[in-house]
């Protein structure tokens, strides 16, 4: 059993153009987060998916950032237009259910914007 | 104030000390974890507690619910472990709605000198 699976690991992108990381969940979860890590600072919360829902977005900045769970295939966090800013470590978990369960972390994806 | 306080920031030991870490807490939680990441490393569960004490190989968290204070004690610490430790809670505040959102506290850099 695979854990999470986040890709790419290292994503550099331009000013002004767009960002995708992708996340497997483990097999059986349904439920995805989507956590942000800037330098220097702690982990911050963004969103909380399940499929095909979004439950949780408090965690989004309102512009730009956008996220998806489709009923097949990883869940999608789209950065546009980006700035220097966005350049951080994303990391996702995913869970089997709601509560009472472990958190289980991908590798994280690190944003580099030039 | 932040919801999630660690000390210390940072901490440098000898190889063969006894370490602690400590987390407070100023919310209601229906879980707590402790997570630990390498440099430009994934993040990795060591713990969750909801009351009580885990033990794993020479890892050991405990949690006050009472007190609002859970620590991660570390016995016979090894150059390997210098990693940073992060305490992460989980609100009880509509636990079920929100799944395992968490909260995070900044880390403790932990080195461990040979």
């Known amino acids: 059993n695979a854990g999470v699976m986040q890709n790419p690991r290292h994503l550099v992108r331009r000013r002004g153009q767009e960002a995708r990381l992708r996340c497997s969940p483990m097999?059986?979860?349904?439920?995805v987060y989507w956590y942000r890590q800037l330098p220097e600072e702690g982990l911050k919360f963004m969103v909380y998916?399940?499929?095909?829902?979004?439950?949780?977005e408090s965690g989004m900045p309102k512009e730009r950032f956008s996220a998806e769970f489709p009923k097949e295939g990883p869940s999608i966090l789209r950065i546009q237009q980006v700035v220097r800013g966005d350049s951080a470590a994303y990391f996702c978990?995913?869970?089997?259910?709601?509560?009472?369960?472990?958190?289980?972390f991908g590798q994280g994806t690190r944003l580099t914007v030039v | 104030k932040n919801e999630v306080e660690q000390s210390p920031q940072n901490l440098t030991a000898q190889e063969g000390e006894f370490i602690t870490i400590n987390c407070s807490y100023s919310?209601?939680?229906?879980?707590l974890h402790w997570l630990q990441q390498h440099p430009g490393g994934g993040i990795v569960s060591l713990f969750m507690l909801s009351s009580g004490k885990k033990k794993h190989g020479r890892l050991i968290a405990t949690i006050n619910i009472q007190e609002k204070h859970s620590s991660l004690h570390i016995t016979a610490s090894h150059p390997r472990d210098s990693a940073v430790y992060i305490c992460?809670?989980?609100?009880?505040?509509?636990?079920?709605?929100?799944?395992?959102?968490?909260?995070f506290g900044a880390g403790t850099i932990l080195r461990v000198k040979s």
């Open positions: 097999k059986g979860h349904s439920h």
């Open positions: 978990a995913s869970s089997p259910r709601s509560v009472g369960t472990e958190a289980f």
């Open positions: 992460a809670v989980r609100s009880d505040r509509f636990a079920w709605e929100y799944g395992n959102k968490l909260v």
């Open positions: 919310v209601g939680i229906s879980a």
């Open positions: 998916l399940q499929k095909e829902n979004i439950i949780d």
